[in-house]
């Protein structure tokens, strides 16, 4: 077979095993037959590293046109985050040569060269194993941490294979020390992203299963909250004739002072039943009367005038996620008010032009200074600053909304959250 042919088979394989492999990262949309298509041109790019190799004699040069077209089809086919697709891009390229690698040793550099079909078969193979390994629809937020170890891995990878190039000529072929070390070093490279995203995925699901807890909690809380709020409305309702009378009789005496104090104490149990919110979720209608209870310990005026069912596609962890970060900050940022009377947090919602807008506005003291356009925290724990804001962003985002931030000449700040509501709903 012709050295063409060997090319444009090799060429072939590679398109089709990327293709397969990234076919575990679903599209944000299910892309159209002529995406699909103009996706395919993309990869067949792939083709100026066979046909026109002394192009790109570099190694760094190759593996950055392999990332780069790689990074173009999944942010073109998939339209993920250009951090997902870099990530994904850069992880797909340094799998590939690690497996090169290990082909290019001296001991097994001539079945790489001549024995097409076992080499295309364990490469074959051992992606498959790897595409089974990673879960691609749990990687989200792309921090500091899979950087570095990416790049890491990367710098080492390609450092090897250069120094595989250049001593392959002049390194017997039966050295089993230059064949052993690499063939370990590039399986502990991709063995240490995998064990890492696994790492990451058991992190996320014991995350996951701490805000369940968390969700089943507040709906049970709820359902305490309304059973307890109905109980004292039937028993004030009881005792509505009783009280009328006693009233009555006080109003007959003239003693207004009695007659304050009594009306004072019916008071007081009325307010005990505006405790318990009503937004059309239960979940948050308990996680909301949790935060109203937690605000009161600080003398904070709460006001939630809020109808959560239009946005019922809303999950329960994204729920917890955008009114635990924003109330969060609210009472925090009460908290620091000087004057009781003038610490407030306010919820309110409304439905307007198919979007749902849900501001929270709360009273705050001194200076709010913003990186990025998010305030940061005045937390002790610096190195957090903003990932509450981050996060409650990040799920907005999911549903295509927006978050707005503005500070009023009265102390005011006010989040605003816009959510775009599926036809149905918004009609």
Same mark, same amino acid.
């Given at each position: 077979?012709?050295?063409?042919?060997?090319?444009?088979?090799?060429?072939?394989?590679?398109?089709?095993?990327?293709?397969?492999?990234?076919?575990?990262?679903?599209?944000?949309?299910?892309?159209?037959?002529?995406?699909? #298509?103009?996706?395919?041109? %993309?990869? =067949? $790019?792939?083709?100026?590293?066979?046909? &026109?190799? /002394? @192009? *790109?004699?570099? +190694?760094?040069?190759?593996?950055?046109?392999?990332?780069?077209?790689?990074?173009?089809?999944?942010?073109?086919?998939?339209?993920?985050?250009?951090?997902?697709?870099?990530?994904?891009?850069?992880?797909?390229?340094?799998?590939?040569?690690?497996?090169?690698?290990?082909?290019?040793?001296?001991? #097994?550099?001539?079945?790489? %060269?001549? =024995? $097409?079909?076992?080499?295309?078969?364990? &490469?074959? /193979? @051992? *992606?498959?194993? +790897?595409?089974?390994?990673?879960?691609?629809?749990?990687?989200?937020?792309?921090?500091?941490?899979?950087?570095?170890?990416?790049?890491?891995?990367?710098?080492?990878?390609?450092?090897?294979?250069?120094?595989?190039?250049?001593?392959?000529?002049?390194?017997?072929?039966?050295?089993?020390?230059?064949?052993?070390?690499?063939?370990?070093?590039?399986?502990?490279?991709?063995?240490?992203?995998?064990? /890492?995203?696994?790492?990451?995925?058991?992190?996320?699901?014991?995350?996951?299963?701490?805000?369940?807890?968390?969700?089943?909690?507040?709906?049970?809380?709820?359902?305490?909250?309304?059973?307890?709020?109905?109980?004292?409305?039937?028993?004030?309702?009881?005792?509505?004739?009783?009280?009328?009378?006693?009233?009555?009789?006080?109003?007959?005496?003239?003693?207004?002072?009695?007659?304050?104090?009594?009306?004072?104490?019916?008071?007081?149990?009325?307010?005990?039943?505006?405790?318990?919110?009503?937004?059309?979720?239960?979940?948050?209608?308990?996680?909301?009367?949790?935060?109203?209870?937690?605000?009161?310990?600080?003398?904070?005026?709460?006001?939630?005038?809020?109808?959560?069912?239009?946005?019922?596609?809303?999950?329960?962890?994204?729920?917890?996620?955008?009114?635990?970060?924003?109330?969060?900050?609210?009472?925090?940022?009460?908290?620091?008010?000087?004057?009781?009377?003038?610490?407030?947090?306010?919820?309110?919602?409304?439905?307007?032009?198919?979007?749902?807008?849900?501001?929270?506005?709360?009273?705050?003291?001194?200076?709010?200074?913003?990186?990025?356009?998010?305030?940061?925290?005045?937390?002790?724990?610096?190195?957090?600053?903003?990932?509450?804001?981050?996060?409650?962003?990040?799920?907005?985002?999911?549903?295509?909304?927006?978050?707005?931030?503005?500070?009023?000449?009265?102390?005011?700040?006010?989040?605003?959250?816009?959510?775009?509501?599926?036809?149905?709903?918004?009609?």
């Amino acid at each position: 077979m012709g050295s063409d042919s060997i090319k444009f088979l090799r060429f072939f394989f590679e398109t089709a095993l990327f293709i397969g492999f990234f076919h575990g990262v679903k599209p944000k949309i299910a892309p159209t037959r002529a995406k699909k #298509l103009f996706s395919l041109l %993309i990869l =067949s $790019f792939l083709s100026l590293l066979y046909f &026109f190799d /002394f @192009l *790109f004699p570099n +190694i760094v040069l190759r593996f950055i046109l392999r990332f780069l077209i790689f990074f173009i089809y999944l942010k073109y086919l998939k339209e993920i985050s250009w951090q997902k697709a870099a990530y994904l891009s850069g992880m797909a390229s340094s799998i590939y040569y690690a497996l090169q690698n290990i082909f290019i040793t001296p001991l #097994l550099y001539p079945f790489f %060269i001549e =024995s $097409f079909i076992v080499v295309y078969g364990v &490469f074959l /193979f @051992l *992606f498959i194993f +790897i595409y089974y390994q990673i879960s691609f629809e749990k990687i989200e937020h792309i921090g500091a941490d899979r950087v570095i170890l990416l790049v890491s891995v990367i710098s080492c990878i390609l450092y090897v294979k250069y120094s595989l190039s250049v001593m392959i000529d002049g390194v017997s072929m039966k050295n089993i020390e230059m064949t052993l070390f690499p063939i370990l070093l590039q399986l502990f490279l991709i063995a240490s992203i995998i064990l /890492f995203e696994k790492y990451l995925y058991v992190q996320m699901e014991q995350e996951e299963a701490r805000l369940h807890e968390v969700i089943t909690d507040f709906k049970l809380k709820n359902i305490k909250n309304r059973i307890a709020a109905e109980d004292d409305l039937r028993l004030l309702t009881h005792d509505m004739k009783n009280h009328f009378i006693a009233i009555k009789k006080i109003v007959g005496t003239s003693d207004h002072h009695q007659l304050n104090n009594y009306i004072n104490a019916l008071l007081v149990n009325l307010e005990s039943n505006d405790k318990y919110v009503e937004t059309g979720n239960e979940l948050l209608d308990g996680f909301l009367s949790e935060k109203i209870a937690e605000a009161e310990k600080d003398n904070i005026s709460m006001s939630i005038i809020l109808d959560f069912r239009p946005a019922a596609f809303i999950s329960d962890m994204d729920i917890c996620t955008i009114f635990g970060n924003a109330l969060d900050n609210a009472i925090e940022a009460s908290r620091k008010v000087t004057n009781p009377n003038d610490r407030f947090i306010s919820v309110y919602s409304s439905t307007t032009a198919g979007q749902l807008a849900i501001s929270f506005a709360n009273a705050y003291e001194g200076t709010i200074n913003k990186v990025n356009g998010l305030p940061l925290t005045t937390k002790s724990t610096s190195n957090h600053h903003g990932y509450g804001l981050l996060s409650l962003n990040k799920a907005v985002q999911k549903y295509d909304g927006i978050v707005s931030i503005n500070l009023d000449t009265s102390n005011k700040f006010i989040l605003t959250v816009m959510l775009p509501l599926p036809i149905t709903s918004a009609g």
